[in-house]
């Protein structure tokens, strides 16, 4: 599945000078900090790691938001976020700093 390079272009020009690596994944590509993958790209949507299904919680109830499922098995603590919730550069980056947010928590790789 090719992946939304569009976004990617977005998201190049939200997230200059935070230190990012970029790494291909998932059939899309993922963004990491020091190791630790933070947000990606995957189709059209921003898959986002938020860390605990606690934490994801209550983005899960907002529209346009679900579980990160690409294999029939959710993965705990991230989300999906379709076009429509990050449509906008004020939509965007608030998503891209939380998902950064919670790579700062974690050690180096």
């Known amino acids: 599945m090719a992946y939304s390079h569009d976004l ?3 998201i190049d020009a939200s997230v200059g000078g935070w230190g990012l690596a970029k790494k291909k ?3 899309g590509i993922c963004y990491l900090l020091a190791g630790n993958m933070c947000f990606g790209i995957y ?7 938020l860390g605990s299904d606690a934490a994801a919680k209550p983005y899960l109830a907002q529209a346009h938001v ?3 499922d ?5 993965m705990k603590g991230w989300v999906m976020v379709a076009p429509a919730a990050y449509d906008g550069p004020e939509q ?4 891209l700093s939380r998902g950064t947010q919670f790579a700062q928590t974690l050690p180096p790789k």
């Not at 189709?43 to 790691?49: A, E, N, P, Q, Y």
């Not at 965007?92 to 998503?95: A, D, E, K, V, Y």
């Open 8 to 10: 990617e272009k977005r």
């Open 25 to 27: 994944m998932f059939g």
């Open 43 to 49: 189709g059209d949507f921003l898959i986002v790691r």
């Open 66 to 68: 679900k579980p990160m």
């Open 70 to 74: 690409i294999t029939g098995r959710p």
């Open 92 to 95: 965007l980056r608030p998503w």
